[in-house]
């Protein structure tokens, strides 16, 4: 048996974050789930629908792993990444480091791992894991998951070899925090910027404040679109508020990162970030529960006031971004964290 030495397995509400503060609490170090979020620029949407999709998805995040590399761009990490086709290399790359004491990021499709309750294919589910034996890899999950979890090796290989939409192949990795890297406060206000600007700009109309108005006017026509509704749009709901997320679609992430940082920056700006953040976030659970209501009542009209309510938060979105992306550096602000040195908080 291997297990990985002082590691705290303790499970957060999204999957990534979750992972990421295992892998640097273990470099000496300890920030909020909302602050990695924030730090990661994690905050997007997008909605996406295609062909062979059997439901129309909204994603409230960027793209899967893409917050683990803003992050550690933020910073100043060193992320080395390994992907093969081998299977067998693809174990020699997670066995490595966990033999020379370092804990691993994984990622792969939840719906093989022995733990998970719902059955449901998603190939960018991220955890840690910290140890292995001959038949069991542990791991780290959302606290949801159940935090420290145990699933069979064949299971974890069937999850990382598992191949289709936002997979990857046999992805794993590590972070190393660099001696006399930039203390995390200092990235605050570039990463707020860098989010808000990406939320502000959408290549396609399908992300950001565009992708949210487009929602706006195509989800009152869901009963028209699902070939189950009483079935896809509670699942939509579900997602919306449970997938791991921390509800309302990571809205509620966001505004607890700028809560965070309105203590530690003094800026009207921020202050009217986090205010109109906060009314999102209530928002998009009022937008999930009419979701909910619309599937199983059979009933346009809830579709009809969800659509409603997504105009609203085009628009306030919108008006939070652009307050965010007019921060001004303020030196000498402090995040709460717990640093080993010399690393620097």
Not at 180 to 189: D, H, L, N, S
Not at 254 to 268: G, H, N, P, T
Not at 304 to 309: I, L, N
Request: charged share 20%; net charge neutral; glycine share 10%.
């Amino acid at each position: 048996m291997v297990v990985v030495e002082g590691v705290e397995a303790r499970g957060m509400r999204h999957c990534e974050t979750t992972a990421l503060g295992v892998l640097l609490r273990h470099e000496g170090l300890d920030l909020s789930e909302p602050m990695l979020f924030g730090l990661g620029s994690g905050l997007s949407f997008v909605y996406w629908d295609s062909r062979n999709m059997g439901f129309p998805f909204l994603g409230g995040r960027v793209k899967p792993f893409q917050l683990t590399r803003n992050l550690a761009a933020t910073l100043g990490l060193e992320l080395a990444v390994e992907e093969t086709t081998s299977p067998r290399k693809a174990w020699r790359n997670v066995t490595a480091p966990l033999d020379a004491g370092r804990p691993v990021g994984l990622q792969l499709d939840s719906y093989h791992l022995d733990y998970f309750g719902t059955r449901v294919h998603f190939g960018g589910h991220v955890v840690a894991m910290y140890g292995y034996d001959e038949q069991n890899a542990y791991l780290v999950d959302t606290d949801q998951q159940g935090g420290a979890v145990t699933t069979g090796l064949a299971s974890l290989a069937r999850a990382r070899a598992e191949r289709g939409p936002m997979t990857a192949r046999h992805r794993s990795f590590t972070v190393t925090a660099p001696i006399g890297q930039a203390a995390p406060e200092e990235r605050i206000v570039p990463a707020i910027r860098a989010c808000a600007e990406a939320f502000l700009n959408p290549p396609i109309a399908n992300l950001g404040h565009r992708g949210i108005e487009k929602a706006a006017g195509l989800v009152p026509k869901w009963l028209r679109r699902s070939g189950d509704p009483r079935e896809d749009l509670p699942r939509a709901a579900l997602l919306m508020e449970r997938a791991g997320t921390g509800g309302a679609l990571f809205r509620n992430l966001y505004r607890d990162f700028l809560a965070e940082c309105a203590r530690l920056i003094d800026s009207r700006h921020l202050r009217t970030g986090h205010s109109l953040y906060a009314e999102a976030a209530a928002l998009w659970t009022q937008v999930a529960a009419l979701v909910a209501a619309a599937g199983e009542s059979g009933d346009a009209k809830h579709l009809v006031e969800a659509g409603s309510v997504l105009h609203q938060l085009s628009r306030i979105e919108r008006e939070a971004m652009r307050a965010l992306s007019l921060l001004q550096e303020a030196p000498g602000a402090r995040v709460p964290c717990s640093v080993t040195p010399p690393a620097g908080c």
